[in-house]
């Protein structure tokens, strides 16, 4: 059954350097998303993604924070200048599309970002 | 906005005993209602949808929903839990306008042998 993979596992940096989290979503889905889940709370919606634009975005989701689909299969997250608080799992999805019937995401793995 | 409160953080069972996980939401729109699962580990993995029709709903594992709409409730039921059901649970709901997922806070199960 096609999974959504992500990478790294696991990513330690130092506060203000930048990262980059690599998801690949399911092949044949159209829309991509980002989560993270700061540890003790609750997942929260980043951003979504489709046909190379940002389509919605929360605001947790500033100026420090980019997504792109760089080729046909890999859908990255970075963040510029990376802060304490932006420790937490980052959950990437993707769905095949929005409506009731086809809009169930699949989720990766997660990335576990701590930030020292 | 639209919010989802699941009312148990952590519950102990012993197996075979019957389980109901709490959901209530808020939300204005067309509701469109989701539990995942999360075992030790693994991936968020879909449990059960509800869009329309039968407000009861089955999903897999034998676990199955009833969505209330009187309650703003969507609890999520099982008659007799396994050890391997041992797990974290998320009650989403959807936002069309905005094509995302607002989850509420999950409850841990923990199903003793």
């Known amino acids: 059954e096609p999974e959504v993979t992500q990478t790294p596992s696991h990513q330690v940096t130092q506060m203000g350097q930048e990262v980059i989290l690599r998801c690949v979503p399911i092949?044949?889905?159209?829309?991509f998303y980002w989560y993270r889940q700061i540890l003790g709370q609750k997942v929260e919606f980043l951003v979504s993604?489709?046909?190379?634009?940002?389509?919605?975005k929360s605001e947790i989701f500033d100026d420090q924070f980019s997504v792109e689909r760089p080729d046909g299969s890999n859908f990255t997250l970075k963040i510029r200048s990376t802060k304490l608080e932006d420790s937490a799992m980052y959950f990437c999805?993707?769905?095949?599309?929005?409506?009731?019937?086809?809009?169930?995401?699949?989720f990766g793995p997660g990335t576990r970002l701590t930030v020292l | 906005a639209q919010s989802v409160s699941q009312h148990n953080h952590h519950v102990i069972l012993s197996e075979a005993a019957s389980l109901e996980l709490g959901c209530n939401y808020s939300?204005?729109?067309?509701?469109?209602l989701f539990w995942y699962v999360q075992y030790p580990g693994q991936h968020l993995q879909l449990l059960l949808k509800?869009?329309?029709?039968?407000?009861l709903v089955k999903g897999i594992k034998g676990f199955e929903a009833e969505f209330i709409k009187s309650k703003f409730s969507f609890n999520l039921r099982k008659p007799s839990v396994q050890w391997s059901d041992t797990a974290e649970y998320f009650c989403?709901?959807?936002?069309?306008?905005?094509?995302?997922?607002?989850f509420g806070g999950g409850t841990r199960l923990m199903v003793k042998p």
């Open positions: 999805a993707s769905s095949k599309g929005t409506s009731v019937t086809n809009n169930e995401q699949f």
């Open positions: 092949s044949n889905h159209l829309y």
């Open positions: 993604f489709y046909n190379n634009e940002i389509s919605e």
């Open positions: 939300y204005g729109g067309t509701v469109n």
């Open positions: 509800y869009f329309s029709g039968d407000p």
């Open positions: 989403a709901v959807y936002n069309n306008a905005g094509n995302m997922l607002t």
